[in-house]
């Protein structure tokens, strides 16, 4: 069947390298991002999230950074493996929000070559 | 625990027929929340609830309804489908004090 995302940005990694994937966010009030990994005719799976008053933080083989001052995102993924090939979204949240509001990114499809 | 259950896994609907998109969960989560995703466009907010008998409006609410009578249970109502509601729909839950939301595995949508 069709496969959600056709039209996403892709980042093509070698197994075994670093995968770095970008976010940009426009709500400067966002005081909570979280990373979602989505499978193939599954739901997004979260991998890992940060606190806006924390600038890194570190989960197995991944890491989150965020940079406030140009609202950027990004997650790096060590020694990608075939099981990582997913699109990876991020999400915020603000304060100002409903507690229920979660805003995602347009995401981007994370691709393993051999 | 079986997570976030959502039914039918697939239908296909011609236009102005009207269904229901099944949700129910089983970890007591008060925060429900729909979303549909289309191709190169995310996850777009459609309802939320925040507990049984409130629920509220998201990003692209037209043409849906929902209610939560229960806890577990939340149903998204297509009241007259269009094809432009073709898509893959989610839902998903939180608790109160989580932020992080555990999502079904979805439905996928097509209107001819």
């Known amino acids: 069947g069709e496969s959600v995302g056709l039209h996403l940005p892709t980042l093509s990694v070698q197994e075994g390298d670093n995968s770095i994937i970008n976010c940009a966010y426009s709500n400067s009030a966002s005081d909570y991002f979280i990373w979602y990994k989505q499978e193939s005719g599954k739901g997004p799976q979260f991998i890992i999230d940060i606190r806006s008053n924390m600038d890194k933080r570190q989960g197995q083989r991944v890491t989150v950074l965020l940079n406030k001052t140009v609202k950027h995102l990004s997650l790096q993924i060590a020694a990608t493996q075939p099981g990582d090939s997913a699109v990876y979204f991020c999400a915020e949240t603000s304060p100002y929000s409903s507690a229920s509001k979660i805003i995602f990114g347009s995401g981007t499809r994370l691709s393993i070559r051999p | 625990n079986a997570g976030v259950t959502q039914t039918p896994k697939f239908q296909v609907l011609k236009t102005g027929q009207s269904m229901t998109l099944q949700c129910a969960q089983d970890m007591n989560h008060e925060y429900m929340s729909w979303y549909r995703q289309d191709p190169g466009m995310g996850l777009r907010l459609i309802h939320y609830?925040?507990?049984?008998?409130?629920?509220d409006q998201g990003e692209v609410p037209n043409g849906y309804n929902v209610s939560r009578s229960t806890t577990e249970d939340f149903p998204l109502r297509l009241l007259s489908a269009a094809p432009s509601q073709t898509s893959v729909y989610f839902c998903?839950?939180?608790?109160?004090?989580?932020?992080?939301?555990?999502f079904g595995s979805g439905t996928r949508l097509t209107v001819v």
């Open positions: 609830s925040v507990g049984a008998g409130i629920t």
């Open positions: 998903a839950s939180r608790s109160g004090t989580g932020k992080s939301y555990t």
